[in-house]
């Protein structure tokens, strides 16, 4: 199968609102399915009871919101007004249940709403730890425990130790696998488009994690042999879209101004890990541990001391990057609070960087590819800022 009949199924999982593939999964297996907002949650648990994981991350700009209006402010980030959208138009009631992991007070708050419109299904929201010593590591053993007995209570299947370190093990091999991807899109980045890397994060929101880890062999295999020229765009980082995600029509605009995006932190819960999870008599310890010393830095996550920006700055240097564009759902704290601190590493280091804000339905997306385009212009004539 080439790259272009992979990316043709991606797009129609990413287009399809009535979550067809879950329906049929359900349907093939007797199985339940859990949704789950961004950024992370722990999909081995839910994969280890028998439980399809979900990936929720709003409607995009292929859904009208109007009565998600009514629960929310318009001004606040459009991901859970559509997310609320979808739920009231009976696209989400192909899912038994919903996590909602902690990111920010709009996700606490939906999380309470949910519980109320669909009082019939499993809700639960998700509270991780910003204290990393052994307080904060009880408190989310405790936390993982007390999900996993729902989980198995839903399913009706035991999560074993064999089972889990089963689930750990696939996840693992899906983990390896995206890095292959993100470090082959890093070297040779014209054989790996970014929309076309985006399309595959996604599809990996709904698929089965061994169907996806196939999907992404074969997609690897074919793009190692594709015939695509390399141009002279400039390499950047983009960085703040780890939970809203951007529209595809951004991701497009943003590659073709001229811009080689070799990392990024988008569908981030996919890549939460930087090393795979021990597998071995305790793997539901193994999660917390892989949790609580093994992840990623982004603005969700408490950094102590004055480390704000470091993760970014080593970004940039261990892809030979030469910019960073910041782009931020618009009214997302987390992100926006967090900037500041990423820009002074950046200043400080000497790394260009530009920034701008979108929503999931943005109409900005020529605005967007005129300034990541004057950016990458800037860089081509000046180089990085003293």
């Given at each position: 199968?080439?790259?272009?009949?992979?990316?043709?199924r991606?797009?129609?999982?990413?287009?399809?609102?009535?979550?067809?593939?879950?329906?049929?999964?359900?349907?093939?297996?007797?199985?339940k399915?859990?949704?789950?907002?961004?950024?992370?949650?722990?999909?081995?648990l839910?994969?280890?009871?028998?439980?399809?994981?979900?990936?929720?991350?709003?409607?995009?700009?292929?859904?009208?919101?109007i009565?998600?209006?009514?629960?929310?402010?318009?001004?606040?980030c459009?991901?859970p007004?559509?997310?609320?959208?979808?739920?009231?138009a009976?696209?989400?009631?192909?899912?038994?249940?919903?996590l909602?992991?902690?990111?920010?007070?709009?996700?606490r708050?939906?999380?309470?709403?949910?519980?109320?419109?669909?009082?019939?299904?499993?809700?639960?929201?998700?509270d991780?730890p910003?204290?990393?010593?052994?307080?904060?590591?009880?408190?989310?053993?405790?936390?993982?425990?007390?999900?996993l007995?729902?989980?198995?209570a839903?399913?009706?299947?035991?999560?074993?130790?064999?089972r889990?370190n089963?689930s750990?093990?696939l996840?693992n091999?899906?983990r390896?696998?995206?890095?292959?991807?993100?470090?082959?899109?890093?070297?040779?980045?014209?054989?790996?488009?970014?929309?076309?890397?985006?399309?595959?994060?996604?599809?990996?929101?709904v698929?089965?994690?061994?169907?996806?880890?196939?999907?992404?062999q074969?997609?690897?295999?074919?793009?190692?042999?594709?015939?695509?020229?390399?141009?002279?765009?400039?390499?950047?980082?983009?960085?703040?879209?780890?939970?809203?995600?951007?529209?595809l029509?951004?991701?497009?605009?943003?590659?073709?101004?001229?811009?080689?995006?070799?990392?990024?932190?988008?569908?981030l819960?996919?890549r939460?890990q930087?090393?795979?999870?021990?597998?071995g008599?305790n793997?539901?310890?193994?999660?917390?541990?892989?949790?609580?010393?093994?992840?990623?830095?982004?603005?969700t996550?408490?950094?102590?001391?004055?480390?704000?920006?470091?993760f970014?700055?080593?970004?940039?240097?261990?892809?030979?990057?030469?910019?960073?564009?910041?782009a931020?759902?618009?009214?997302?704290?987390p992100?926006?609070l967090d900037?500041?601190?990423g820009q002074?590493?950046?200043?400080?280091?000497?790394?260009?960087?530009?920034?701008?804000?979108?929503?999931?339905?943005?109409?900005?997306?020529?605005?967007?590819?005129?300034?990541?385009?004057?950016?990458?212009?800037?860089?081509?004539?000046?180089?990085?800022?003293?």
């Amino acid at each position: 199968m080439g790259t272009q009949d992979i990316i043709d199924r991606c797009e129609r999982i990413y287009r399809d609102l009535d979550f067809g593939y879950v329906h049929e999964w359900k349907a093939r297996t007797g199985g339940k399915a859990v949704g789950f907002m961004p950024v992370y949650v722990p999909r081995e648990l839910i994969h280890a009871a028998g439980i399809l994981p979900v990936g929720i991350m709003g409607g995009g700009d292929d859904v009208e919101i109007i009565r998600g209006d009514a629960y929310f402010q318009s001004y606040i980030c459009h991901i859970p007004r559509s997310t609320v959208e979808l739920g009231l138009a009976g696209k989400l009631d192909v899912l038994d249940g919903m996590l909602f992991p902690a990111i920010c007070d709009v996700i606490r708050n939906l999380s309470g709403m949910w519980q109320m419109m669909f009082a019939h299904k499993y809700v639960r929201y998700l509270d991780f730890p910003q204290t990393f010593n052994d307080a904060g590591r009880e408190f989310y053993r405790a936390e993982m425990a007390e999900l996993l007995v729902d989980l198995e209570a839903l399913s009706g299947i035991q999560a074993t130790p064999e089972r889990l370190n089963a689930s750990i093990a696939l996840y693992n091999a899906n983990r390896r696998a995206l890095a292959e991807l993100y470090d082959l899109r890093s070297a040779e980045p014209q054989r790996v488009p970014t929309s076309e890397l985006y399309l595959l994060l996604r599809a990996g929101n709904v698929l089965e994690v061994s169907e996806h880890t196939a999907m992404l062999q074969q997609y690897l295999a074919a793009a190692r042999l594709s015939q695509r020229p390399l141009r002279d765009n400039v390499r950047v980082v983009a960085t703040g879209l780890f939970c809203e995600q951007p529209p595809l029509s951004m991701v497009r605009a943003m590659e073709n101004s001229g811009c080689y995006i070799v990392d990024d932190d988008w569908v981030l819960g996919a890549r939460y890990q930087l090393h795979d999870t021990a597998t071995g008599a305790n793997p539901l310890g193994a999660i917390v541990d892989a949790y609580m010393s093994d992840t990623v830095a982004t603005a969700t996550r408490y950094v102590e001391g004055d480390d704000k920006g470091a993760f970014l700055v080593e970004q940039v240097r261990s892809r030979n990057a030469e910019g960073v564009i910041f782009a931020a759902a618009s009214f997302c704290d987390p992100a926006l609070l967090d900037r500041p601190m990423g820009q002074k590493a950046l200043a400080d280091a000497g790394i260009p960087y530009t920034a701008f804000t979108y929503s999931e339905n943005t109409g900005q997306v020529q605005v967007i590819k005129e300034q990541a385009g004057t950016f990458a212009d800037s860089i081509k004539l000046w180089g990085a800022v003293a």
